[in-house]
């Protein structure tokens, strides 16, 4: 998908996708720096970082009913996760910041008709409100955690909010009053709210968009919203299949029964831990609310101990062991000279609360030394947690070596684009497995099961063959690996075969299994990173793992505040990211000849100038 315009939606035509066009250096720059000529064409963005358009519009319509005129709204899944971030607001802004905040829930109105048929789905809200100043808390604790609402969860609530089947729970019987904009009385069809106007007109109905029910056809809504296509009955079947996916144990892409999987079948899986069962798994949102609820649960069964991050981390890792609990050691190369560092500290009486480590890492896909990471941890009690994101679990076990193992399933697990959804393994043997299992069995814990069904049921049909794309998407990255590695423009390629840290990525590699479909590539001079990018025939824009070869300056996306920063850890600015996509790969390996022969007469235009 070349030719998509700045601003568009990736995949193009998506009311769901996870990315957005970028297509020029310039204009990557351009959003970093908030600019109009990006910022106002973006229909969409990455959902953490740019609030989806209808989560937006449902914000404002909450504010327009009950809150403040200059307050700002951000959506929650339950009270309890609204409670959390007004916490972490309070405790960092200013008081008259911190007295602007207010919490809205908004709860099914059971005495509606028809409204017990919505029940199963809990199609509840909670706002947080706070004044213009606070929007700069809320962001970030949105941001960093990823417990925010799914765009999803927000447009089928906001549909029901605009037609009387939420209410206020205070107490209260009612429905929310209405604002100027009544909802009909009449018989109502499908309706798309106006905040996917931008997007959804080109979307068949049977993928996208929302329904709005009238009160007296919630159960025809019911039944052409999910009947057909995402039927919520399926619910559990699907969250099932996907967590047996993730330990490696389920071994068909039919579709799905109402039946119960059979137990035993949990013993025949990829991780080599024979006792792993399904209830083990925890799926969450977002891969960020995984790491976030990982590190709560270890803040609460371990105590207030600062956490180690080894390794160049993905941004909000970082930033969530820095501003949530007592603070963080960072290691940023994760090599093992800081694996030296790490031991002298903890020979001298130092404790941690846990390691929390990529594998491979982000962007340039080093791998740390597990086996000696888990002998110190043994030796020395602290957890170790494992991002196997970019790995995938489908090339790699990081299980053995792992306290918890945390992934981001909007990657290639989903691979569509359309959908985010995160993981969180605990080992059953670990030391901390029954004190963290019993944490997450109480209120607040691991089982607060925000995935919202309707992202469950998407997550699930699109997971069905990950197993042999990773297989292809393997091979055509060591394909282009070959083209960039000829290339004399090409400085260093990042990619776990060739880092000097491949016999770690080997001493967990699956037998048969391949090294990823990321990899980063430095160009020796920067007017050539900017040709190469302008040029590449490939969809250009942030996130990783789509079907499609995806790019990105990952740098200056992630890092554009503290880019001499990063380069302080070997990650240079002009770094680009390339996510390999399921194309032919005699034809994507030309897309990135073609390219890079762009960026060689770069070099000779400027030079005769």
């Given amino acids: 998908m070349p030719d998509l315009d700045l601003g568009e939606s990736i995949p193009p035509h998506t009311a769901h996708a996870v990315s957005v066009s970028l297509p020029t250096w310039k204009s990557n720059i351009g959003y970093e720096e908030g600019e109009d000529w990006v910022v106002g064409r973006m229909t969409t963005g990455y959902p953490r970082f740019f609030i989806h358009r209808s989560i937006q519009e449902f914000a404002a319509d909450i504010v327009a009913r009950v809150g403040a005129k200059a307050s700002k709204a951000f959506l929650f899944p339950n009270r309890q996760i609204a409670a959390r971030c007004v916490s972490f607001v309070k405790a960092r802004a200013p008081p008259a910041v911190a007295a602007s905040l207010d919490t809205v829930h908004l709860v099914l109105d059971t005495t509606q008709p028809g409204a017990g048929a919505l029940a199963s789905l809990n199609p509840a809200i909670s706002a947080v409100l706070g004044s213009q100043d606070a929007f700069s808390f809320l962001k970030q604790y949105w941001q960093h955690t990823g417990d925010g609402v799914s765009s999803r969860r927000a447009e089928f609530c906001h549909a029901l909010l605009k037609n009387g089947l939420l209410r206020l729970d205070d107490g209260a019987t009612g429905p929310v009053s209405p604002t100027s904009a009544k909802p009909c009385r009449g018989p109502k069809r499908y309706q798309r709210p106006s905040s996917m106007d931008t997007t959804a007109k080109h979307v068949s109905p049977d993928r996208e968009g929302v329904a709005a029910p009238d009160l007296q056809e919630t159960s025809r809504f019911l039944e052409e919203r999910f009947g057909r296509n995402l039927d919520v009955s399926f619910v559990q079947p699907a969250k099932s299949a996907i967590k047996r996916r993730i330990a490696g144990a389920l071994r068909t892409d039919s579709e799905l029964s109402r039946a119960a999987p059979p137990d035993h ?162 080992n059953p043997n670990s030391r901390y497995y029954e004190s963290l299992k019993n944490w997450a069995r109480t209120a607040g814990g691991l089982d607060e099961d925000t995935y919202w069904p309707e992202d469950v049921m998407f997550l699930e049909r699109n997971s069905r063959d990950f197993v042999s794309r990773i297989d292809r998407t393997n091979a055509n990255a060591e394909a282009i690996c070959d083209v960039l590695r000829q290339s004399p423009v090409v400085k260093t390629i990042f990619y776990p075969k060739y880092n000097e840290t491949q016999a770690n990525y080997e001493a967990c590699k699956l037998p048969n299994a391949g090294y990823g479909g990321l990899i980063s590539v430095v160009l020796r001079r920067p007017e050539q990173a900017v040709a190469f990018y302008d040029a590449i025939q490939t969809a250009k824009g942030p996130s990783l793992g789509t079907n499609f070869t995806l790019t990105s300056p990952y740098v200056l996306l992630a890092h554009y505040q503290e880019l001499d920063w990063a380069e302080g850890f070997g990650v240079e600015r002009d770094l680009i990211r390339i996510s390999v996509g399921l194309e032919e790969t005699e034809h994507i390996v030309n897309v990135f000849r073609g390219a890079l022969k762009v960026a060689e007469e770069s070099t000779a235009a400027s030079q005769e100038q």
Avoid: W
Avoid at 289 to 300: P, Q, V, Y
Avoid at 345 to 350: P, V
Avoid at 353 to 377: D, M, S
């Fill in 265 to 426: 079948e949990m013993e025949f899986n990829t991780r080599g831990v024979v006792n792993l069962r399904e209830e083990d798994i925890y799926l969450f949102p977002c891969g960020m609310s995984a790491i976030f609820n990982s590190h709560r649960a270890l803040l609460s069964t371990r105590g207030n101990m600062k956490s180690i991050n080894f390794g160049f981390p993905y941004v909000d890792t970082l930033k969530i062991l820095e501003k949530f609990g007592p603070g963080v050691v960072f290691y940023g190369y994760g090599s093992e000279s800081d694996l030296d560092d790490l031991e002298k500290h903890l020979q001298a009486g130092e404790r941690f609360l846990a390691l929390f480590c990529e594998f491979p890492g982000n962007p340039l896909l080093t791998c740390p030394n597990l086996t000696r990471i888990r002998q110190l941890a043994d030796r020395y009690d602290f957890a170790v947690v494992v991002d196997e994101t970019i790995g995938t679990f489908a090339n790699v076990n990081v299980l053995p070596f792992a306290d918890i193992v945390v992934s981001s399933l909007t990657k290639i697990f989903s691979g569509d684009a359309n959908v985010m959804g995160g993981s969180a393994i605990l």
